[in-house]
């Protein structure tokens, strides 16, 4: 071989040479992105291919009470799968899952006789004793995955708070949708292996993973104090033949919710899914998504306000005609001929509308709005919630005085039940806005706390100065025959509510009833708000629809916490003399026929006849205690 042959075949060589290279190089690249950069997911894909898994659910987590009382468990089901590659018998297997889980025949008959998919879900959330009876059948293909079952032991109490999950345990409304990520926990799964059909591989190897359980949540909720609202809420219903009704119990001084309900509701255990519409609706926890014209019980934030603004003082003195005339528009206070001359505290007191117009006026627009901001209004309050309404305030540039003058006296302006009561509470625990919340921890089966709510003060709204007087003027305002008559022997304050409903701009005719109160009345550990909605029996009046309920609540809690008279010298008055049934008759003979027996009565309504009466006929009353009239003309 010449030279220049040899030239030549060196550099076939070394071309071939090069070309090898560069191919074990693209080969190594490969197998370096196929191994190393994409192996987990090739084997994850392998592993689906060689592999039929069946889900374990977590455990999801329990929901309590402050006192440990288990309001929301969950409790261990299965779900019903089948193989139909693997099934021998597909007519006997139908047959016993139909009978078994009361499901269509010929709708299961085609599950477990399709062996076009791996695997198909039977039925979930199926019952232990359900779940043995299958399993005893040795049916071939048919398989059981453990899951759980939401139950709630109190039925219908806290429907909306609470709230309900899917089948497949998410949560859909209340704290179980908002802590779903909390509570859900992180499912499990096991594998068996199969063939290339997809049956399963007899001896094979297996593997499981276990799930692990949500994390619990602990509420302020006081479920005892729960209970007797739900009750007192159930008897406002009947009673008022009520739209809806809702009440709320808060600790002033912390911001937690001891107790919330809004009825109508239903029971958690067995939710109307048939009817979306009706659920929507019951679902709404009105407390805080419902927003409403508070009426009279915002002359507690008006008063509040101008006493710490100073311009109003106790010696103030005014005079109401049974109207103020703003802007060239006549304001009427609800007592048409004029509460005459009153001081400030008389003013609250007898729910003047024109003390309140006035106040509302002397606090100018500027200043009347730094306090709404300072109260939180128009804001939401940030509980720990979903769905929170703001509530609606004007726009400030498009305020006129009349509009100003009405919003002192709760008009003009719309508030949720939770932002009114986080703002009132503001004015009688010594002025501090605090942030509402219900849930108070977080924590693992094991106890581990995963996250802790405290207290948390929003603003120093009023001086504790001003919040004094205002607890003064609010015992004052309920026991207007003497100290410790709202509840005999316990220091009650409050203020009632009334305002009429408005459909497109025009007064609808219906009204919302209202009553706040907060015990002890000097230093208050309790707060109560009742929200009756278009109560229908022809008595609308704060002090006849909500007050008397807010009774019973005041008093189930005394009882519930053993707690003694706020009077060391009370003794409980003999209850001798029965209440007449003076509905129908004349005012005047009313009244005469209340003085002779002794009760004090006050009157609503400007009527000549007495169209409702509280208490009822035949309740035992004693000498002294009140009365309410409700009258009309004819």
Known sequence: MDIFNLHKFRKRIAAVVIILAILMSVICVRLFYVQIINGGYLQMKATEQWTRDLPVSAERGTIQDRNGAALAISYTTYDIYVRGREVKDAANTAKVLSEVLSLDYMKTFEKVSNVNVSEVLIKMQVEKENAIAIYNKGLSGVYLSESNSRYYPYGNLMTQLIGFTSIDNVGQAGLEAYYNDILKGVAGYSLVQSDLQGKQIYNSLTSYVPSVAGFNIEMTIDVNIQLAVEQTLEKLMIEQKAKSATAIVMDPNTGEILAMSSKPSFDLNDVPRDDVNALMEMMKNQAIVSVYEPGSTFKILTMASALNADVAHLSDHFYCPGYNIVDGQKIKCWKSVGHGSEDLTDGLCNSCNTVFTTLALRMGLDRMYEYFDKFGLGEKTGIDFLGESSGIIMNKDNVQNVDLARMGFGQAIAVTPLQLITAISACVNGGKLMQPYMVSKIYSDDGVIVEENTPTVVNQVISKEVSDIINDMLEETVSKPGKYTFLEGYEIGGKTGTTQKYEDGKIAGTYISS???????????????????????????????????????????????????????????????????????????????????GLNFEIQGEGGFVTAQLPPPKTMLYKGQSVYIITDTT
């Not at 929200?531 to 809690?557: C, L, Q, R």
């Not at 706020?566 to 008759?585: C, H, Q, R, S, T």
């Open 515 to 597: 009553f706040c109160g907060t015990y002890p009345a000097s230093n208050p550990e309790y707060i109560v708000l009742i929200v009756v909605d278009e109560p229908g029996t022809g008595a609308y009046y704060g002090s006849i629809v909500a007050s008397p309920y807010a009774k019973e609540i005041f008093a189930s809690i005394i009882k519930l916490k053993d707690i003694q008279p706020d009077d060391p010298n009370y003794v409980a008055l003999e209850k001798n003399i029965e209440m007449p049934n003076i509905v129908g008759k004349s005012l005047t003979d009313a009244c005469v026929e209340l003085r002779n027996l």
